[in-house]
């Protein structure tokens, strides 16, 4: 299928530009969850079926991000597994944030350790050898920056500190490997499509040696009942037990991310991106995610569903978008 095609395999109405606050979910996702939600409401079914999807979407996951599924853990929010991972953490720990982190990624290190904020483009120079760990956004939720990765990696091996990205606003239509990253979180009810409950987290090996698996449960072991504790080798350990529908939603719409790639996806979303950014007299980015000072109750009296983040405008752009959306949003603000 031509990317731009792509629209076809979505229920979207027209103006939805809102996916940094949650994606719409393609067809096939949605009727998988609408025939299990029957199975639920008539007990027609066991919950090992459900389960499935579990593996199916911790497989996509890894599959999206160049990792293994065994590295790939599951929860229902960043905020839960970045507070796992500040486990990892020596007391009194040193940890380098942006100054407009989203609280996901800022509250679990300010309650386990000594932070510092500077400005996103900042960060690299920022790392000193007193550094713990750098933790931040791949692409910021309120302005849509990039994070310059490769200079934040290289930075943080020069002085031994751990690497941890949330990776909310950019898995699935900014390609990212995890090569270099000690662990990444992301909600996946944004850019992956999936219903709100499904969050990933890739734990690298080295780092599940260092952390506290603090909301041990049954599903970490395949155990129902009594000691001793025999969590999973893996990063399963580290899961929570999951919310088996939002996982239902989710496998599917992994499988299709991955299907249509994740370098075409970019290149759609940019076009467009970029297609509203000369519309409004602006430069070029490399984001998907565009915030701009412009009058929001034109755009919502047009139909034009966006949102307003640190006081800006901020249109955000998937594959489900087509080129009418761009122009009717810029004809609502001309």
Known sequence: MDISDAHLLWDAEPGW??????????????????????????????????????????????????????????????????????????????????????TSNLFPWLVAADVETVPVERLA??????????????????????????DIVAAARAHGALVIADGSQACGWLPVDVSGIDALACGGYKWLLAPRGATFGYLSPELRTRMRPLAANWY???????????????????????????????APALDLLNDLGIDRIREHNLGLANRF????????????IVAVDAPGERLAAAGIRAA?????????????????DVDRALNALS
């Open 125 to 150: 120079e920022s790392i000193t050898s007193s550094t713990a760990a750098v933790a931040f956004s791949l692409v910021q939720s309120a302005t849509g920056q990039v994070a310059p990765l490769a």
């Open 17 to 102: 530009l809102n996916t940094a606050s949650y994606g719409l979910p393609p067809r096939e996702a949605f009727e998988e969850l609408q025939a299990v939600l029957t199975q639920w409401r008539h007990g027609s079914s066991d919950w090992k079926p459900w389960d499935a999807s579990v593996g199916r979407a911790r497989s996509g996951f890894a599959r999206m991000i160049g990792a293994s599924p065994a590295d790939v853990m599951i929860s229902s929010t960043v905020s839960q597994i970045m507070s796992v991972v500040a486990t990892a953490l020596p007391e009194g720990a040193k940890v380098v944030v942006p100054e407009i982190e989203f």
């Open 277 to 288: 950014r000369a519309g409004l007299g602006l430069e070029p980015s490399d984001s998907a």
């Open 220 to 250: 970490g072991a395949d155990a129902y009942y009594g000691p001793p504790l025999r969590l999973a080798d893996d990063a399963r350990a580290f899961d929570l037990s999951p919310a088996w529908f939002s996982y239902v939603g989710a």
């Open 308 to 324: 307003v983040r640190a006081g800006k405008v901020r249109a955000s752009f998937h594959v489900y978008n087509t080129v009418a």
